[in-house]
């Protein structure tokens, strides 16, 4: 139930980010809500506490680049959603799946578009600059700059959370 359930959330979640770059609340919160009290259903408290320990690394991961305004709500709602289904071990390898699959999607997309130079000037400005300005959101790589490179980031958690499964 816990494959089919993931399978299902993260698929369609990516297909609507790549069509629409957004996940829709009414696709993941249903999903979020549902994770727990399977969760509860099957293992009680020991279930509840699997879902909130998943639910906690997504948001505490996945909140600081929201916060930094360089991943957007729809994919920290996703993550909370399945780390509601697959807890906090689980979900940890996802996530490191999901950066890596994540970053190869951006160099694929700045090859394509031709801007892997300025994408590599970007990523050293980026960490240059938490040295200058501390840690806080960088307006010029901000999701809602109109000049910044963006990419569907869905596909990348649907990857990691597939993957985790077998890992």
Known sequence: MIWWSTVVLVVSAALIDIRTRRIPNWLVVPFLA???AFGVAQCGLGGFERSL???????G?????CWLRAMGMGDLK???AVGAWIGFAQLGLALIVAAIAGGVM???????????TRALDGAGNLLAGF???????NPAFALDNPRGQKI???????IGAIFSFFG
């Open 34 to 36: 549902a994770g727990v």
């Open 53 to 59: 320990g998943g639910i906690a690394l997504a948001a």
């Open 61 to 65: 991961s996945m909140g600081i680049l």
């Open 78 to 80: 996703l993550c909370t």
């Open 106 to 116: 951006a160099i694929l997309a700045s090859a394509w578009k031709g801007s892997g």
């Open 131 to 137: 040295r200058e300005r501390g840690f806080r959101p």
């Open 152 to 158: 569907p980031y869905a596909p990348a958690i649907a």
